[in-house]
């Protein structure tokens, strides 16, 4: 992962020494841009979003101007200044090991804002796959989905939460870190969270990116709905994120619902039989209850996909205040591999998009 850096000074000669030294020694951590005029810094932030600005201290930086979340810090000539302009001073004057170390400090301190989630915002929507009929294939539906976004060239992030995931049977990578990791670093809540969770992204050879499942099925179950809720916000908060999709099993409980509620699409999975359709509608007749009594919203955002579909033996619901998008057969004796790459190939992927 690069930190996207602007440094903003009118000495255009300091500028060039230290754009210099981070292009030798922190190439592989630092993006570094430099500017001497102020609304070209600016303007920056939002075209390349900068995620550090540091800005001499002669100039007055109006936050609002930015349009994204991207940390600000103050240049100082003077040593021991702690705070310009109730910003992060830097001294311009020290080593650049020391410089740099400080970049880090204001980028981890801006990156633990980020801690909730926004359904659709500038960065990523969130789209939550779910079912309560279970044995459906919400999970493949949900893997085949972001293989078949990220194959329309969107920037896909796949979010397993279930208690025994099946992520590393969908997509392959190389790296030892795990969700079981990514849980760790959710319940240290150390001020670098956004750094350690890009530390533990993988990305598959179709272009999606991921956590491994935990190690242990177990270790999922320390995950609170709070957790979930840091996890996805901070994942918008890395910036590089069309959409997130999220396979997220359905409960009745009503953290659970108000998380599905902050999304900005939920993706119901059935496959139409007798006992899937009736227990949809109890679960969809205790949403309805719920949501004249809590302050949830989820029905709206609510579409139906259907999958494993029999013209013998399913059928699609009606009378239910819920769009269907699209449908899919059952593959008998097909390979999960097989299977996802037939869903992938199904339109009603393109109307989750619109």
């Known amino acids: 992962m690069k930190i996207k850096v602007a440094l903003l000074d009118k000495d255009k000669e300091y500028l060039d020494r230290l754009t210099g030294v981070f292009n030798t020694k922190y190439a592989d951590k630092l993006e570094v841009y430099s500017f001497t005029d102020e609304k070209n810094a600016i303007e920056s932030v939002k075209e390349y979003r900068i995620d550090v600005l540091i800005a001499e201290e002669d100039f007055n930086i109006d936050k609002s101007e930015f349009k994204r979340n991207c940390g600000l810090a103050y240049f100082t000539g003077t040593p021991g200044i702690e705070l310009i302009k109730d910003e992060i001073a830097i001294c311009k004057y020290q080593r650049v090991d020391v410089i740099f170390k400080q970049i880090l400090g204001v980028y981890s301190d801006m990156a633990a804002n980020v801690a909730t989630i926004s359904g659709e915002n500038d960065k990523s929507s969130v789209v939550i796959f779910t079912s309560p009929c279970g044995g459906v294939g919400t999970s493949t539906v949900a893997a085949a989905c972001a293989i078949a976004h990220a194959n329309m060239g ?4 796949y979010l397993n939460i279930e208690q025994c995931g099946t992520t590393d049977v969908f997509f ?3 790296g030892n870190a795990t969700m079981s990791d990514v849980i760790y670093s959710l319940k240290s809540r150390k001020a670098n969270l956004l750094l350690k969770l890009e530390s533990c992204i993988k990305q598959s050879q179709e272009g999606v ?3 491994s499942s935990t190690k242990v099925a177990l270790d999922i179950l320390e995950i609170s709905y709070a ?4 996890l996805i916000g ?4 890395m ?8 396979d997220l099993p359905f409960s009745l409980e009503i953290e659970k619902l108000k998380l599905l509620s902050k999304a900005w699409r939920i993706i119901v999975v059935n496959d139409g039989s007798q006992l899937s359709n009736y227990k949809f509608m109890r679960a969809y007749e205790s949403v309805v209850l719920l949501e004249q009594n809590d302050d949830i919203n989820i029905i709206r955002n609510m579409n139906m996909i259907y999958n494993k579909f029999s013209n013998k033996n399913s059928e699609m619901l009606s009378n239910i205040s819920i769009k269907t998008i699209g ?15 037939a869903l992938t190939k199904m339109e009603f992927f393109e109307e989750i998009l619109q």
Do not use: M
């Not at 969107?154 to 992030?157: E, G, H, L, M, T």
């Not at 593959?331 to 999960?336: D, M, P």
């Open 327 to 341: 449908g899919a057969p059952r593959y008998e004796h097909a390979t999960v591999r097989q299977i996802i790459e």
């Open 234 to 237: 901070n994942i918008q908060g």
């Open 154 to 157: 969107k920037k896909v992030f």
């Open 239 to 246: 910036d590089n994120y069309d959409e997130i999709i999220v």
């Open 172 to 174: 392959q990578a190389e």
């Open 227 to 230: 957790d979930i809720d840091t």
């Open 209 to 211: 990116s991921y956590f």
